[in-house]
Every structure is written in structure tokens, then in C-alpha cells.
């Protein structure tokens, strides 16, 4: 039995070779920039480029270095405080008498100056 799970590790392996692309570096650097510009962290435009099979890993910039040197880079864990900010803030508009929204809504904000401040932004 573990001759056959053997042989179809090696044919998973062999797909996984087959199914990543490799491109030149200006072209890994254009996707980034333009995966960029849809508003995505580096994070997000990893997994993006993964499921395209294109791996980060087998060039030499990463992408947040790609993405400083263009100044488009964003925090992620700045904007996704941000992304959360904007929803409390929503449904504060709709439900102005929900008490703890508005505590959350505080705790949030002040989370938000934490991480500006020790990213040195404010």
C-alpha cells in the first residue's frame, strides 16, 4: 500500500510543476503594479498570483519591496482596521441608539491611531 501513495504524491508534485508559469521580472513587476492598482494588499496580490501560477517565491523582489519602491504600498493591517472602522460607522448611521456599536466604533478608532502611530504615519 505505501508504494501507491508514494506514485501519487509524485504526480501531484509533477502537476504542481507543470501548472506554475514562469515570466521575466519586469513582468512579475508589472502584474504586482497592476494587481496594485485594484486596491490590493501584498498579501492578497500573492494569493491572486498564486492562483494564476505564478509563484513570488522565484523572483527577486517581494512584492511589498516592489510595491514601496512605487509608493503603493498600504499597511494591511492598517487598512483592514480601516475596512472595519467604515462598516461600524455604517451601521452607526442606521442604528444610532445600538450602545455598544458606539463603544466598538471607539475601540476601533483608537486601534487605528495605535498602528498609524507606530507605523509612524501620524
Same mark, same amino acid.
Given at each position: 500500500?505505501?508504494?501507491?501513495?508514494?506514485? $501519487?504524491?509524485? %504526480?501531484?508534485? %509533477?502537476?504542481?510543476?507543470?501548472?506554475?508559469? !514562469?515570466?521575466?521580472? !519586469?513582468?512579475? +513587476?508589472?502584474?504586482?503594479? +497592476? &494587481?496594485?492598482?485594484?486596491?490590493?494588499?501584498?498579501? $492578497?496580490?500573492?494569493? +491572486?498570483?498564486? /492562483? @494564476?501560477?505564478? /509563484?513570488?517565491?522565484?523572483?527577486?523582489?517581494?512584492?511589498? $519591496?516592489?510595491?514601496?519602491?512605487?509608493?503603493?504600498?498600504?499597511?494591511?493591517?492598517?487598512?483592514?482596521? %480601516?475596512?472595519? &472602522?467604515?462598516?461600524?460607522?455604517? /451601521?452607526? $448611521?442606521?442604528?444610532? @441608539?445600538?450602545? *455598544?456599536?458606539? *463603544?466598538?466604533?471607539?475601540?476601533?478608532?483608537? @486601534?487605528?491611531?495605535?498602528? @498609524?502611530?507606530?507605523? !509612524?504615519?501620524?
Amino acid at each position: 500500500m505505501p508504494k501507491i501513495k508514494k506514485q $501519487k504524491t509524485e %504526480e501531484k508534485s %509533477e502537476t504542481k510543476e507543470e501548472k506554475s508559469k !514562469k515570466i521575466s521580472q !519586469k513582468e512579475f +513587476e508589472k502584474k504586482v503594479i +497592476e &494587481l496594485a492598482k485594484k486596491d490590493l494588499t501584498a498579501e $492578497k496580490i500573492g494569493e +491572486e498570483l498564486k /492562483h @494564476q501560477g505564478i /509563484h513570488s517565491k522565484e523572483y527577486d523582489k517581494k512584492i511589498s $519591496k516592489i510595491l514601496k519602491e512605487k509608493e503603493l504600498y498600504i499597511n494591511p493591517d492598517l487598512k483592514n482596521i %480601516e475596512i472595519k &472602522l467604515k462598516r461600524i460607522e455604517e /451601521h452607526n $448611521k442606521k442604528n444610532k @441608539q445600538d450602545k *455598544r456599536a458606539i *463603544r466598538e466604533r471607539s475601540r476601533v478608532f483608537s @486601534q487605528r491611531r495605535k498602528i @498609524q502611530k507606530y507605523n !509612524k504615519l501620524i
